[in-house]
């Protein structure tokens, strides 16, 4: 390096600090290749979608609920402004279940209809396609917050004990460990290793501009308000009502304002899918370079 490009001594900035900064960013994923969801074809199908299931998920608690391939499952606020934290498996093996971060490379930050949730390495899939959104219409507010997003982990006990001590057990972590225990008849144990990162609905969040941090706000979310998903696979899915309720000041709390969460399933006519087929697994050869 030049010493024209060397730390300023007092400021520690570059000659070029401001040229560096200006290089323009490149999208990681360019997404345009993607396999787009058939979106007509899965609203007509909707369109004769009986109502076959629902679930109730009760404040500061998480239920499970199971959802055909070909199948729609909608969640949606009833009491007041709340906030719930998704999880998602396949039926059949726990080992395929919803890789937020994969999503969050592939679509954003946050997601809407049309966009989908996406399964673990080796599967990577489509597992869900989010085919209405009463919340669409909010968009990036002047925070740079969004609701639905897949930035956040959920609230846990073991961040809680490590920032503010205590065992705190109605976090969404905890909730859906339990839910998960009690579904399938496991242990808390082996039932939380399966516990992942979600899909937080209605949540509202983004990044500070000045220090980069994670932040939440007061969720838009009013009672009717919902999301609902295509389900591509058969699927388990989990859903917390997080302790937070709106996440407007806090999302671990018993003092917090929390109300349930309705999960309804709709099974469309038996012809109205004709010829659709669930997504293969991802065509990779697995061979990692080595034969």
Same mark, same amino acid.
């Given at each position: ?5 060397? !730390? ?5 900035? !570059? ?24 979106? !007509? ?15 109730? &998920? ?14 729609? %499952? ?5 009491? #007041? ?16 279940? @919803? %890789? ?7 679509? =954003? ?29 909010? #968009? ?15 609230? +846990? ?32 144990? +082996? ?10 609905? %209605? ?11 994670? %932040? ?8 009717? +308000? ?7 696979? +058969? ?24 109300? !349930?969460?309705? &999960?309804?399933? @709709? ?7 004709? =010829? ?9 050869? #697995?061979?990692? #370079?080595?034969?």
């Amino acid at each position: 390096m030049s010493n024209t490009e060397l !730390p300023n001594a007092e400021t520690g900035l !570059p000659s070029d600090a401001e040229e560096r900064r200006a290089i323009p960013p490149v999208i990681c994923y360019p997404n345009e290749t993607l396999p787009k969801p058939d979106l !007509p074809r899965y609203l007509a199908a909707r369109e004769t979608a009986q109502k076959t299931d629902e679930v109730v &998920v009760a404040p500061r608690q998480a239920a499970c609920f199971r959802v055909a391939a070909g199948s729609f %499952f909608r969640i949606t606020s009833v009491e #007041g402004a709340q906030v719930g934290d998704l999880n998602l498996w396949n039926d059949a093996d726990l080992s395929e279940r @919803f %890789f937020s971060g994969k999503t969050r490379a592939l679509h =954003g930050t946050h997601v809407t209809a049309g966009e989908r949730l996406w399964s673990t390495l080796p599967h990577l899939r489509p597992m869900a396609t989010i085919v209405a959104d009463s919340l669409g219409w909010y #968009g990036i507010d002047s925070y740079g917050g969004s609701v639905h997003d897949v930035i956040g982990t959920r609230c +846990d006990p073991y961040t809680g004990n490590l920032l503010g001590g205590g065992h705190y057990h109605h976090c969404c972590h905890s909730n859906l460990t339990r839910a998960l225990a009690d579904e399938l008849n496991l242990s808390l144990a +082996d039932a939380e290793r399966h516990v992942h990162d979600v899909l937080n609905v %209605f949540m509202c969040t983004g990044f500070t501009r000045d220090t980069g941090q994670y %932040f939440m706000k007061a969720s838009p979310v009013r009672p009717g +308000d919902y999301l609902e998903f295509f389900a591509e696979i +058969d699927l388990l899915g989990a859903l917390s009502a997080c302790p937070g309720g709106d996440c407007g000041s806090e999302h671990t709390s018993d003092s917090a304002a929390c109300y !349930p969460l309705l &999960v309804e399933v @709709f099974t469309p006519e038996s012809t109205a899918l004709d =010829g659709w087929q669930s997504p293969a697994r991802n065509g990779y050869d #697995g061979s990692h #370079g080595r034969s």
